[in-house]
């Protein structure tokens, strides 16, 4: 039974959390089930995951979020900024409960268990070969737009928490795990993760994944940050070209494309592949033509644009070259990327946000994640500009459209260098994906940044002629 200051203490605690999808929008918490303790009897602060229905109320939707808890038998001061409430716990007394991950005295149970490979019936740490690290490291909560929480023990393993926690497998530890077996050079290291066993709405049990624990770059910036140093040095300069500003960034473009060209080979490698034939296209088309329909409908403006972007839903349901397809990133963009000393990373496989867990695992051509990352070349370039009247923005405009195209093409090129062809040969494949993205962007930024709206508007008004 849930009693009521611990359930205005999560709601009021979710309300607030950027990871939190509900944010604005009037919930109640259906109920509360919470997994085996992963402390110590008797041991404080106790630890253990709260698994927190949410129930929308201008909508059917139900998520279920995973809020690690730590409970002290005090006020704790320095953990003022991650306090869920107080009450009454069977067997504990009075409690005071905050939100594990930010509590350096709680994490150490998490990387305790890893190294243990610890199991309770509803709760196993599994661990993929050696991690020699110290099990007191402290950890510290990264910083920065996430969906998930993630942070870092010393300077070595990266714990990524799923907030919004599904049955089956999280296509993110899918995709690790078979790169930690067979090794993969390009994505972090997998040490390991953390399964869950909860009932679903019907009583019966199922399992899920809760966390994972990876290497941690600690001498790398992603690609995003990079790539936007880049275009401030070309605005700054107003009188070069993209190719003779110091901060030219299509070297990297390069390196980029020829790294996601390997993660793509390995992909394939190690994980299952198959070939679509011209049914399998045909419904790929349908399901574009689909989200630009809903589009439309949730984004007016894109209305003068629809029957220009469906040329090119139209000339990929009429192909009829066979099309092989494989796992794929699903959700490729720069801040996916991280520049360390080794080169260039590649992280976050969950696939893209907006569709139904059941199919974020679906095989998909790479020209897919080809797409995605051409579109994200694009809004490097133009971001600066994005909700803002520049004098000279004809000039800028200008520039950033000559910076994105270096890019892309640098990119391109790096990829079709490894992969044995380059990406635009498959020029209507490559067409139909960066029009569905840039649909889907459109909708993303309506939602979440509209004063961005502009950058993926004006890649439709393009895509469209
Ligand atoms: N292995 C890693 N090493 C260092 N930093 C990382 C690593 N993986 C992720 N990060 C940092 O954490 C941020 C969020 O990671 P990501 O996996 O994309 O989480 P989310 O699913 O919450 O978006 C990244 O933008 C990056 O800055
Ligand atoms: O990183 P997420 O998995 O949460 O992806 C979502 O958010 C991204 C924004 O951070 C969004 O990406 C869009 O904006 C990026 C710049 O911020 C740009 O580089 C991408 O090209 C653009 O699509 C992504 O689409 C969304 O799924």
Known sequence: MMNARETSGLHEFLGRQRWFAGKGR?????????LSWLSEPGAWPAVRIALVTVRYADGRDVDVYQVPLSYHQEQVDALAHAFVGEWDEPDLGRVFVHDALHDKAATRTYL????????????????IGPLDVDAELPSLVLTGEQSNTSLVFGEDVLMKVFRRVHHGRNPDIEVHEAFARHGCGNVARMYGWLEGEWPDASGQRRRGDLAMFSDFFRTATDGWALAITSVRDLYAEADLHADEVGGDFAAESHRLGATTAEVHADLARYLPTDVWGPAELQELANTMRARLDDAVEAVPALAPYADGLRRAYDALAATTTP????RIHGDFHLGQTMRTVGGWRIIDFEGEPARPWAERGRLDSPIRDVAAMLRSFDYAAQHLLAGHDHPDEHQLAYRATEWAERNRSAFCEG???VAGADPRENAVLLRAYETDKAVYEVVYEARTRPDWIGIPLTAVRRLAS
Request: proline residues 6%.
């Open 26 to 34: 009037d919930f109640q918490i259906e109920g509360v089930h919470y």
């Open 112 to 127: 305790g268990g890893l190294l243990k490979g610890a199991t309770e019936p509803d709760v196993t740490f599994h661990r």
């Open 323 to 326: 099309t092989p397809v494989q």
């Open 415 to 417: 990829y079709g260098e």
